[in-house]
């Protein structure tokens, strides 16, 4: 290398060090600024909630009820009939002066929160079931006394009305459906009689279901305890996404799982009580139950999707042609996964309006048009009974594991069936058979075969050769069991 050379290179090599440095301090730039962006999308805890506390606390109220009840006889029930201490405690405890019980009244603590200026509160119906006397204290410590507007016992929901010479500060529903696993929540209330106390958590988990067809619950590990039943379940922005209802717990106190009913539940519910003052679900009027696997293969679906129909008894459903084993894909446009996405949305439209139903049924789909009744006041009608075919043959076989037998006069008596009604009994099910394992049962009766109505047991063979010559791998058999009606698919091998 010549010096001119060498002389250029040395000449080069400081700009190339600077033109590196520049680079990886632009890389460097770049990621504070992706790092801040993900950062403001993905909000980390917070310093303090004493801001959102102090914002939200004030529309938050404590609920004491008073219930008069009969005090009983004696309080310990252990003691010596004609004891002393009996009399004692008749004479002092438990008696007026015409010698009658003496009622007494027992209180109960809870939650609740204003949802408007002018004194509507929320709370869960459990907290106010069966009381003489609402009052609710307000964070200020002023008093008011309450009254009840509605109620809705399937999502344990209760609204209030206090009278307020003065506009009441109050909390808005947020959207539950926005709520992620892992955002952070506050949970505001009166927790064992302790008064206004805040705590804070995550959500746990989504869509969480306990006992009730309406149950949407947020899982928090917020602390819950006694006492904070019907209070809110607050986001970051001081939006009500739940209303605080069950703990799960082995000791009665809190081990870090409750349950908030979900805001777009409760919002609906409250709408209803305020223009109401009772709740105005649509009806369908079916019984129903989930697809499974087999049995959608059983009738040529592609997936286990949708509602499967195991009764149209008197109804909306009825008059627009539902029959029984037809499947519900779609209501009102919405796609139905499951029995409870069906119930749902079923409950949530009004009552009166006529929607597109699509089923499945024969291995096409089909489109009803349903004008929807009352559930609240519907009257479900009898069960259709399947025609009988003439007097039965006293014919028995077995069949897939199952001891079958046509029913006669005597046997429909003994079963409590209304007379006429078809189909074939079970005597026996074989336990070692997939006809047990799928819940067969002796005294099961069989109605249909194949989504066909059977009457005898010729008839039943001849649908499962039907079904065999389809290419299918089981039968989807209706089957009653005290009444009740349920659809089955069993294996045909």
């Known amino acids: 290398m010549n010096a001119r050379a060498g002389a250029a290179v040395r000449?080069?090599?400081?700009?190339?060090?600077?033109?590196?440095?520049?680079?990886?301090?632009?890389?460097?730039?770049?990621?504070?600024?992706?790092?801040?962006?993900?950062?403001?999308?993905?909000?980390?805890?917070?310093?303090?909630?004493?801001d959102l506390a102090e914002r939200v606390s004030p529309a938050v109220v404590d609920i004491t009820t008073t219930t008069l009840v009969a005090t009983p006889t004696s309080p310990f029930p252990g003691l010596p009939p004609g004891s002393p201490f009996e009399d004692f405690f008749d004479d002092f405890m438990n008696r007026d002066g015409n010698g009658a019980p003496r009622p007494r009244r027992a209180q109960a603590l809870g939650s609740g929160f204003v949802i408007s200026e002018d004194g509507y509160i929320v709370t869960n119906n459990h907290v106010i079931a069966e009381a003489d006397e609402i009052r609710v204290e307000f964070f200020s410590g002023k008093t008011l006394p309450a009254t009840i507007v509605g109620t809705d016992p399937k999502t344990d929901i209760a609204l209030l009305k206090v009278d307020s010479d003065k506009?009441?500060?109050?909390?808005?529903?947020?959207?539950?459906d926005l709520a992620r696993v892992g955002d952070w929540v506050l949970a505001v209330g009166n927790p064992l009689g302790q008064g206004f106390s805040v705590s804070a958590g995550i959500i746990s988990a989504r869509k969480r279901e306990l006992s009730g067809v309406y149950d949407d619950f947020i899982q928090t590990d917020a602390a819950i305890n006694r006492g904070n039943s019907g209070g809110p379940l607050f986001n970051m922005d001081g939006e009500v996404i739940g209303v605080n209802t069950a703990i799960l717990s082995p000791t009665g106190g809190s081990i870090g799982i409750g349950f908030a009913m979900a805001s777009n539940v409760v919002g609906k519910v409250v709408d209803q009580l305020r223009r109401?003052?009772?709740?105005?679900?649509?009806?369908?009027?079916?019984?129903?139950?989930d697809v499974t696997e087999d049995m959608a293969e059983a009738m040529a679906l592609e997936t286990a999707r949708g509602a499967l129909v195991t009764d149209v008894p008197d109804g909306p459903a009825r008059a627009a042609g539902m029959q029984q084993g037809d499947v519900i894909l779609s209501f009102d446009g919405r796609e139905v996964k499951s029995t409870r996405d069906l119930v749902r949305m079923v409950g949530d439209t009004a009552v009166g309006k006529v929607v597109r139903v699509v089923v499945w049924r024969d291995g096409r789909t089909e489109t009803l048009k349903v004008t929807l009744g009352r559930r609240e006041t519907a009257e479900a009608g009898p069960a259709g009974a399947a025609p009988g075919a003439g007097p039965p043959a006293p014919e028995k076989k077995e069949l897939l594991g199952l001891k079958l037998a046509e029913l006669t006069d005597s046997r429909r008596d003994e079963l409590g069936l209304p007379p006429g009604t078809g189909g074939i009994l079970i005597e026996a099910v074989d336990e070692a058979s997939a006809a047990y394992e799928k819940g067969l049962r002796a005294g099961d009766v069989i109605v249909e075969a194949g989504q066909q109505k059977i009457a005898t047991?010729?008839?039943?063979?001849?649908?499962?050769?039907?079904?065999?010559?389809?290419?299918?791998?089981?039968?989807?058999?209706?089957?009653?069991?005290?009444?009740?009606?349920?659809?089955?698919?069993?294996?045909?091998?």
């Not at 890389?27 to 993900?38: C, D």
């Not at 105005?280 to 079916?286: I, K, M, Q």
């Open 11 to 50: 000449l080069m090599y400081p700009a190339m060090q600077s033109i590196t440095q520049a680079f990886w301090l632009a890389m460097a730039v770049m990621a504070l600024v992706l790092g801040q962006g993900m950062a403001s999308q993905a909000r980390g805890a917070p310093e303090s909630f004493a």
């Open 167 to 176: 506009p009441l500060p109050f909390v808005r529903f947020g959207d539950s």
């Open 457 to 493: 047991i010729r008839d039943f063979e001849k649908r499962l050769d039907a079904v065999r010559a389809a290419g299918r791998q089981s039968v989807l058999l209706l089957v009653r069991r005290g009444g009740a009606p349920r659809f089955v698919a069993l294996p045909l091998k």
């Open 276 to 289: 109401f003052g009772e709740t105005r679900r649509g009806w369908l009027g079916v019984r129903i139950q």
